[in-house]
């Protein structure tokens, strides 16, 4: 069935480079939703002279719009979120119907999409350099904050609003141009927000959007990586692409921010509060369907409190309303596609051989459609088992059994990623001992929904660097120029 909105015109199909316009050899996408495989729209299949039109397109425009004054820039980035805003309705059932999650969660999506543009337009204003107390008379010496200049922004599918807006919002905030790739997956709702961008003033050239799909992916992010004009990519996505990014980048020295994989674990202390935490977990490990790079993924339970915990949580995951973004009670949606459903399937069945126990779920939902993974609860997981090792990506619980607090930081800490942690407990000396020792960028205290547009997101290890929203955001897209002058 096709898709049909209030506003026809932010479905363009189209590539915007400077102008809407088709790939340069015509080809074609097929987007299809993930709840029944159906095909619904189409978009470019765009190839390398794509790509090299949009970055030609996005370094011509970039002297004028890094001369535009911060204010009328902030303004420009004010009517963008307003326009997000008053077009919610419509972006939101974009996100479910491409992506999958359930309406309320895309409607929801695209609030915080926009909570990124306004932060972002207001922190334009305050892109404030440093007046340096000189060493020597007779100077003055200023370091001054400036664009880094084009940026490639290559986006996941898993938030198709929200993390286009944390990557070009600030971008062009700071005064840079963008050349952008959404993930294949879920093409049309970028298209919709660069038509938006453009309805608000951003200026032609300065934006530039080309959609591809998986195959040709690569012809498009080489050029970009090759481009020695392109002179920043911002990325979220896989450990394993942002390293190839990272080492291709190398030899233009582009600067990088990489959010990658994580495999938060989630820790329920005997001090907790039990029903906060069975509460917080169900939170942060069905959000969209457990296909967040925060979401919980491996979840341990001291000893004292595990029966307890596990017979609140089994009935809180057994009730958990399984189908299509379209049904109103739907609470978890379709897997993205059926790559991901085969991960989710190939976790559990490992767990379950290597002495693992399924209290609810644990197969796939074939009546419902090609998609769908039922919500599973797993206890007697280990370290050893793929679910612990790997992200799962999918609505998967699997609880560990920990006897002491050493114990459980060091199983915590015992991964190569290192994106978000969270732990449920009272005692305050406990609190901050654990918080210290958890190696992640994020740490959820009592609390599992964590991203908030005021607040830094980002990894360390090998979840990536740089941060996204927050006061420090906007730097990751600005160097900083030392000027000196002297003879005064
Ligand atoms: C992500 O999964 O990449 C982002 C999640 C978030 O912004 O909370």
């Known amino acids: 069935m096709s898709l049909k909105l209030q506003r026809d015109d932010l479905l363009p199909g189209r590539n915007f480079i400077g102008a809407w316009c088709d790939a340069r ?18 978009v470019p299949d765009s190839g390398a002279e794509d790509a090299k039109a949009a970055v030609d397109a996005a ?36 996100i479910s119907r491409e992506q999958g999650k359930p309406l309320a969660e895309g409607r929801g999506e695209v609030a915080y999409a926009a909570s990124y543009v306004e932060w972002f337009a207001e922190e334009a204003t305050r892109a404030n ?62 298209l919709a927000l660069v038509r938006l961008a453009e309805e608000a003033g951003v200026p032609a050239g300065v934006l530039n959007i080309v959609t591809a799909s998986r195959a040709r992916t690569p012809e498009v992010v080489d050029v970009w990586l090759d481009d020695p004009r392109v002179r920043k990519i911002t990325f979220t996505g896989s450990t394993p692409v942002g390293k190839h990014l990272a080492r291709r980048a190398a030899d233009t020295l582009k600067r990088l921010s990489l959010e990658l994989g994580g495999n938060a674990p989630f820790i329920v202390f005997e ?61 978890v949606g379709p897997m993205i596609n059926a790559r991901a459903v085969d991960k989710i399937e190939r976790h559990v069945m490992d767990a379950i051989a290597g002495g693992a126990q399924a209290l609810v779920g644990g197969t796939r939902l074939t009546s419902l459609g090609p998609n769908y993974f039922a919500p599973t609860l797993l206890v007697g997981a280990d370290s050893r088992m793929a679910c612990a090792r790997e992200e799962t ?56 929904a964590l991203a908030a547009e005021a607040a830094p997101f ?18 990751d897209y600005m160097q900083l120029k030392y000027v000196c002058q002297g003879q005064l």
């Open 25 to 42: 050899d015509g080809r074609r996408l097929e987007v299809s939703d993930p709840a029944t495989d159906a095909v619904f729209s189409t």
């Open 59 to 94: 370094h011509a425009a970039f002297p004028a719009w890094r001369a535009v004054p911060a204010k009328q820039r902030a303004q420009i980035l004010k009517r963008w979120n307003d326009l997000i805003v008053a077009n919610q309705e419509d972006l939101g059932r974009l």
């Open 129 to 190: 350099g440093e007046v340096i107390p000189a060493p020597a008379a007779g100077r003055r010496m200023f370091a001054l904050k400036e664009p880094v200049g084009v940026v490639a922004a290559i986006t996941p599918w898993n938030f198709p609003a929200a993390m286009i807006a944390r990557k070009i919002a600030p971008a062009l905030a700071a005064g840079c141009t963008v050349v952008c790739k959404p993930a294949e997956d879920t093409p049309l709702t970028s």
């Open 271 to 331: 001090d907790a509060d039990l029903d906060a935490a069975v509460e917080g977990l169900m939170v942060s490990k069905f959000r969209n369907g457990g296909q967040t790079c925060v979401c919980p993924n491996r979840v341990f339970v001291q000893s004292k409190v595990h029966q307890a915990f596990v017979e609140q949580l089994s009935a809180r995951v057994a009730a958990l309303k399984v189908g299509p973004a379209s049904d109103p009670a739907s609470q």
């Open 393 to 448: 990506f999918g609505p998967l619980v699997a609880i560990t059994r920990f006897e002491s607090e050493a114990d459980v930081v060091a199983a915590a800490n015992d991964t190569p990623f290192g994106l978000a942690a969270y732990f449920y407990a009272t005692d305050v000396r406990r609190i901050w001992r654990v918080a210290d020792a958890l190696q992640t960028g994020l740490v959820g205290i009592n609390e599992g």
């Open 458 to 475: 980002g990894g360390v290890k090998e979840s990536g660097y740089g941060r996204e929203g927050s006061v420090h955001g906007l730097d």
